[in-house]
């Protein structure tokens, strides 16, 4: 599999973990106003243990390893992406720049990565 496959399911699955794990454990605690040692704050940390586990789970289930994903998930699970919309934009991004890395960045010489294959 190609790197536009892994970095687009990587980022689906991340994204998808980090709001099921936020909403699951979080809920409706507002994050961003929680005590430093609070049991919201405690809720995030869980969050995001548990979001990373579904993340590599489903990253190796579906083959598609893309570790900058657990970015994504940490973000995603502390609260910072918590309307499907907000997500729904994010994957809307992911694809745009996907894209745009496709047809036009990997034309110059400056995109010749490593693990890329010549195609």
Request: aromatic share 10%; glycine share 10%.
């Amino acid at each position: 599999m190609n790197y536009p496959q892994r970095i687009i399911g990587g980022q689906y699955i991340g994204v998808i973990a980090g709001f099921v794990a936020f909403h699951l454990i979080v809920g409706n605690i507002d994050p961003t106003v929680s005590p430093a040692l609070s049991l919201g704050v405690l809720r995030q940390v869980f969050s995001s243990f548990a979001a990373a586990l579904l993340l590599t789970f489903g990253m190796y289930l579906g083959d598609v390893q893309h570790p900058p994903a657990y970015a994504t998930t940490l973000i995603v699970s502390l609260g910072y992406l918590t309307s499907p919309r907000s997500v729904g934009v994010f994957m809307l991004a992911v694809l745009i720049m996907v894209g745009i890395h496709e047809t036009i960045g990997k034309r110059g010489p400056i995109w010749s990565l490593p693990y890329e294959q010549d195609e």
